[in-house]
């Protein structure tokens, strides 16, 4: 493993970890922005995924959103990879204090992960908009609970919408709020698998006042120059070596 990162690591007693969707690339999840992202998925319906993902287009269209929804956004076989793992290693070791995230894919938790902002929203949850009832991801994407391919409520019909944050809507300021308070008492930040380029997300990192700043992305970002420590190879990998 990187020696700073492994002294960096060992120095420090409140970690917090920012990620993105590049945290899920190894465990089969694209991400948006790399080559392979869904941002350069061949468009079936001739619309950017901004709009399809926006909240707009969920009330104008809840057809088309849900036939892109299900086809791109769900990955009901993806398990956590080593970074998530290692990631609650470390929180059970009591080195991490939370996990910020913008993935919807709930792999955090999964992994056991425990103190989890998940400022983007996640497809496990999913709530009827006229009566706010429940619903699981198995739910959704069961036909027979749908209309077209639009989940209906078992209880008064209404529309069920993912808990997760369109274009267009907002954060959820508690969760904003848990983000920002661990994020400025933490003494190390690692920043990993993020283009750092969605915001208000990417904005959270300037809450950091500790030592050190770490950003571990196959890329290069452009928040490079600020950090005590960059990695540019694949987080599973970096983290993994946490788990030896
Ligand atoms: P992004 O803009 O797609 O950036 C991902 C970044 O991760 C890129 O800079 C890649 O180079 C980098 N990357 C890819 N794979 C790896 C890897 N194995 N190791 C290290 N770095 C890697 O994604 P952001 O998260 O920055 O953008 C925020 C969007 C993407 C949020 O709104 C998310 O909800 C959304 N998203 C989430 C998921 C998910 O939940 N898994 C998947 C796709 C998009």
Not at 77 to 103: G, I, S, Y
Request: net charge neutral; proline share 3%.
């Amino acid at each position: 493993m990187d020696k700073k990162l492994k002294q960096i690591i060992e120095e420090s007693t409140n970690i917090v970890f920012f990620g993105g969707a590049g945290v899920s690339t190894e465990s089969n999840i694209p991400d948006f922005r790399s080559e392979q992202g869904l941002y350069n998925a061949r468009q079936k319906y001739g619309l950017s995924p901004e709009r399809i993902i926006s909240h707009s287009f969920f009330i104008d269209d809840p057809e088309t959103f849900y036939d892109y929804y299900k086809n791109n956004m769900i990955y009901r076989e993806a398990r956590p990879n080593k970074a998530h793992m290692a990631l609650a290693f470390l929180e059970k070791k009591k080195k991490l204090k939370a996990v910020v995230t913008q993935n919807i894919d709930g792999l955090h938790q999964m992994a056991g992960s425990k103190n989890v902002f998940e400022l983007h929203g996640s497809v496990l949850r999913n709530n009827c908009m006229d009566c706010g009832e429940f619903y699981d991801l198995e739910y959704i994407m069961d036909s027979e609970n749908c209309k077209g391919r639009i989940p209906k409520c078992r209880k008064c019909g209404g529309t069920v919408k993912p808990d997760v944050v369109l274009y267009e809507e907002g954060l959820s300021e508690e969760v904003i709020n848990g983000a920002v308070m661990a994020i400025s008492k933490a003494d190390t930040l690692i920043v990993g698998g993020t283009s750092l380029v969605v915001y208000p997300a990417a904005g959270l990192i300037n809450y950091f006042r500790g030592k050190d700043l770490i950003l571990i992305n196959k890329q290069r970002i452009s928040h490079d120059r600020n950090a005590s420590l960059v990695i540019n190879q694949p987080i599973g990998e970096v983290l993994g070596e946490l788990l030896l």
